[in-house]
């Protein structure tokens, strides 16, 4: 499934573990690897810290608790190299303990290594980003849209999100259930448990993230090379790059299982049959571990400075990361400022959330994976952490300062406003605190900043609201992500 990019307010005991050193010429001493780890562990900042407000910090062992998340596994890079790598907690419950080798399912992580591997066919002139894909497929054809007459769709447009295809990401098959073919799931078939793969709107025009646009890639990739998809990967990007306990193989084979950690629930309950199947495996079909993915990362960035190509040319590189509209390069987000440049991609399926990030040019990054629902909170924590431990020039907690309201302006304030019909944030005010709740979510402090724009302190979000002229307010607008989406007074 697709990391969420839709607006809301939670991007909703004793622990064993296993550590990794990386020993190379460019290491940091043990003692300083040690206080790194020290810092990360022990100290896991909310998103947003109050000004002459004590700096709370929550110990990793008991995020995980709090989270019911059974398994972490981390692996930082620190001046280009990886400097650590480290597992916690069990593989499920009661069972043996992560390592730095156990193996998740990175969700929608897979497509941008997969990105890179459609790259490769691109340097090699067996596709082209910017010709009717239809050209390519031969196994199946993008139906022609009524929404968008005669409009052609290009390798480029799904690789960056703007193609208007429809079907944001997969649930997977759970076990026992039967799996669709590729054709099945594009065209929506029984057993597939999607809709139909089809274009509703003008290519090129808007960025609409899809999964669904990645799993036609799939089938280009397929027609185009005549092999199975996950043997194309292993040998044109996974190899070669060293990722060697990483597979696109659907379901995993039996003999991997045995390191691999199971899926859980939100709950704390496991995903029943284990591990979902995905067929869509360029969506959503990687397994493998945070050091496998910091080798991606540090292959981006060699790759970019000229230093190491082993699948994609310098050139091909900043094409990959030659942002578009929505800030998303060809399979990966970017961000950062212009001196400190970096690019990311999340990922969730049925149980199992990570997050990695690299810098173009300064030699960092990390990776962290989960095995529950709600581990990319717990994601990005660890790596505000390590931001902070590195100290990064992203990625810490914002600072903000608090300010006094009196009640009776916020009385003014209480009320639902919906932001989309399936969305609403009801605020209530409980003596002098404001508090919000949004909907299917726990309720949550608000903080004035203003008079009229109030911070959350859960997550890195601001509310503002837009008084009448007789100060009740009339609606709000909520600040996250990057996103501004308003919100009406009901």
Known sequence: MARSRYPAFI????????????????????????????????????????????????????????????????????????????????????GAPVDADTLFQAGSISKPVAAMGTLHLVQEQKLSLDADINATLTSWKLPASTSAPGAVVTLRELLTHTAG?????????????????????????????????????????????????????????????????????????????????????????????????????????????????YPEMAAAGLWTTPSDLCLYILEVQNSLAGKANHVLSQATTQTMLTAGIGNWGLGLERGGSTSDPWFMHGGVNAGYESLFLGYDHNGNGAAVMTDAQGGSRMAAEIMSAIALAYD?????????????????????????????????????????????????????????????????????????????DKGQASYIVLHQGGQSVKGIRK
């Open 165 to 277: 295809l429809t079907v944001h990401g997969f649930p997977g098959y759970a076990s026992g259930v039967p799996v669709p073919s590729l054709v099945q799931v594009l065209n929506g078939e029984a057993p597939a448990n999607t809709a139909p793969i089809r274009l509703d709107s003008i290519p090129g025009k808007e960025w609409r993230y899809s999964g669904g646009g990645y799993t036609v890639m799939q089938q280009m990739v397929i027609d185009t090379v005549k092999e199975p998809y996950p043997q194309f990967l292993h040998d044109t990007v996974l190899a070669p790059i060293g990722m060697s306990h990483s597979t696109y193989q659907q379901p995993l084979p039996a003999s991997l299982l045995s390191n691999a950690a199971m899926p859980y629930n939100a709950d704390g309950t496991p995903v029943p049959g284990g591990p979902h199947t």
């Open 392 to 468: 990064w020039p992203d990625w810490k907690p914002v600072t903000r300062t608090q300010v006094h309201v009196d009640p009776s302006v916020l009385a003014r304030y209480v009320g639902t406003y919906e932001l989309h019909p399936n969305f609403r944030v009801t605020f209530t005010l409980e003596g002098d605190q404001l508090m919000t709740q949004a909907t299917n979510q726990p309720k949550f402090p608000v903080y004035p900043e203003s008079q009229t724009k109030f911070f959350l302190t859960v997550v890195d979000g601001e509310v503002e609201f837009f008084p009448d």
């Open 11 to 94: 991007l909703v005991a004793g622990i064993a573990s296993t550590a990794v050193h990386a020993q190379t010429a460019k290491s940091e001493p043990e003692s300083q690897v040690a206080q790194r780890i020290h810092s990360v562990e022990t100290c896991l900042p909310p998103p947003v810290i109050v000004t002459n407000e004590p700096k709370p910090c929550t110990s990793l062992s008991q995020r995980m608790a709090e989270l019911h998340i059974p398994a972490v596994s981390i692996a930082v890079i620190h001046n280009g190299v990886i400097a650590w790598a480290k597992g916690y907690g069990v593989r499920q419950t009661g």
